[in-house]
């Protein structure tokens, strides 16, 4: 099981210039009893909604019970003004 801890690249709702290049960052905690991530083969997948990336899934960091880990996503903003919702989540 995963928790979110916090978004420390940015927040939500900035305004960005079309096909702007950046990086979205969050932190999750492993809340569960188990290690998921790293060789287990847990990665954060796009789920809906525009990609605004190079890739529609990233590996994440091995997190062991009670840990947090940094995942990073490389993004590009879509090329039309707007506002747009990018949902991710985690799968093994």
């Known amino acids: 099981a995963a928790s979110f801890v916090r978004d420390y690249a940015f927040e939500d709702d900035v305004k960005l210039a079309p ?10 905690l492993n809340c569960g009893s188990m290690p ?20 529609v ?8 019970p009670g840990e947090e880990v940094a995942i990073f996503v490389d993004m590009v903003a879509p090329a039309f003004p707007g506002v747009y919702k990018s949902d991710w989540s985690l799968a093994q």
């Open 36 to 55: 998921w991530g790293g060789e287990l083969g847990t990665r954060l997948v796009h789920r809906f909604g525009p990609a605004c990336g190079t890739c």
């Open 19 to 28: 096909g702007a290049r950046f990086t979205k960052a969050w932190t999750l």
């Open 57 to 64: 899934d990233v590996s994440v960091p091995l997190a062991q």
